[in-house]
């Protein structure tokens, strides 16, 4: 298979102004190949964002290579990134009149289909993201006046209709209630599967990340970078290492986190 994102020996920094505060990550080889769903998982403060901001360029690193299709992303412009990789972050959009389908629409932007502009194929991307997201039924409402989960269906289907090798989204389903979440990994899954694209995601939801994902990049607090397969790190008891809690613990056999016997007493 090939390799739409590729790392090598990068370290990752948080920093304040010009300032280096200290490395995060060291992570000396990571990728992720075409038609693979990459969940990145860790607790709060392990640098989730921190790493999918540095990826993007939107982050200064240390040091280190990021390479999209086995081009190193130093020598990619803009607006060739933006033709290998498409993104939905965590960021509020203000754009309060714009409807549904005219959100979406921006997701053609770097092919030079701006709105008013836009050829045959353009708008066959635009309703095919808008299907895949099963935005449909309300496409003609204004994006301002939707749901939390069905803004983010929406900046996902402009994602989509960006019709990049790879989507990094940061965090999909947060503020989203279970079903809805479930839904959101669920149409990525079948992104993956159906369409060949392949998706690198942070999120909180290890039970859904753990079900739907190929691959998971596993991120401690103290800098420690693990990749593998979902069924290995619950086998070796990685899950359980990182995020049993305070009489929290996971179940290897349900998939789910439970109260640990006796932890209410």
């Given at each position: 298979?090939?390799?739409i994102l590729q790392?090598?020996?990068l370290?990752t920094?948080?920093?304040?102004?010009?300032k280096?505060?200290?490395?995060?990550?060291h992570?000396?080889?990571?990728?992720?190949?075409?038609?693979?769903?990459v969940?990145v998982l860790?607790?709060?403060g392990s640098?989730k964002?921190?790493?999918?901001r540095s990826?993007l360029?939107m982050q200064k690193?240390?040091s280190?290579q990021?390479?999209?299709?086995?081009?190193?992303?130093?020598n990619?412009?803009?607006?060739?990134?933006s033709k290998?990789v498409s993104?939905?972050?965590t960021?509020k959009?203000?754009?309060a009149?714009?409807?549904?389908s005219?959100?979406?629409s921006l997701?053609?932007f770097?092919?030079?289909?701006?709105?008013?502009?836009?050829?045959?194929?353009?708008?066959?991307k635009?309703k095919?993201?808008?299907?895949?997201?099963?935005?449909?039924?309300?496409?003609?409402?204004v994006?301002?006046?939707?749901s939390d989960?069905?803004k983010?269906?929406?900046?996902i289907?402009?994602?989509?209709?960006?019709d990049?090798p790879l989507?990094?989204l940061?965090?999909?389903?947060?503020?989203?209630?279970?079903?809805?979440?479930?839904?959101?990994?669920?149409?990525?899954r079948?992104l993956?599967?159906n369409?060949?694209?392949?998706v690198?995601?942070?999120?909180?939801?290890?039970?859904?990340?753990?079900r739907?994902?190929?691959?998971?990049?596993l991120?401690?607090p103290?800098?420690?970078f693990?990749s593998?397969?979902?069924?290995?790190m619950?086998?070796?008891?990685?899950?359980?290492?990182?995020?049993?809690?305070?009489?929290?613990?996971?179940n290897r056999?349900?998939?789910s986190?439970?109260i640990?016997?006796?932890?209410?007493?």
């Amino acid at each position: 298979m090939s390799r739409i994102l590729q790392i090598h020996d990068l370290k990752t920094a948080y920093f304040v102004g010009k300032k280096n505060q200290g490395i995060l990550h060291h992570i000396k080889n990571a990728y992720v190949e075409k038609g693979e769903f990459v969940s990145v998982l860790g607790l709060n403060g392990s640098g989730k964002t921190t790493l999918i901001r540095s990826i993007l360029g939107m982050q200064k690193i240390v040091s280190g290579q990021i390479a999209f299709n086995d081009i190193d992303s130093e020598n990619l412009n803009i607006n060739e990134i933006s033709k290998l990789v498409s993104v939905a972050l965590t960021d509020k959009i203000d754009d309060a009149f714009l409807k549904v389908s005219e959100l979406v629409s921006l997701g053609r932007f770097p092919h030079g289909g701006a709105m008013g502009r836009l050829n045959d194929n353009d708008i066959h991307k635009i309703k095919e993201a808008i299907e895949i997201m099963k935005l449909r039924s309300f496409e003609n409402r204004v994006f301002s006046q939707l749901s939390d989960g069905e803004k983010q269906r929406v900046l996902i289907a402009r994602a989509i209709a960006q019709d990049t090798p790879l989507i990094i989204l940061d965090e999909p389903a947060a503020f989203i209630d279970s079903p809805g979440k479930l839904g959101i990994m669920r149409m990525l899954r079948k992104l993956t599967y159906n369409k060949s694209k392949s998706v690198l995601l942070t999120t909180h939801d290890i039970e859904s990340a753990l079900r739907f994902s190929d691959k998971i990049w596993l991120l401690s607090p103290d800098g420690k970078f693990i990749s593998g397969e979902p069924n290995d790190m619950v086998g070796s008891g990685l899950i359980n290492e990182y995020f049993d809690k305070d009489g929290i613990v996971f179940n290897r056999e349900s998939l789910s986190f439970e109260i640990e016997s006796g932890a209410n007493n």
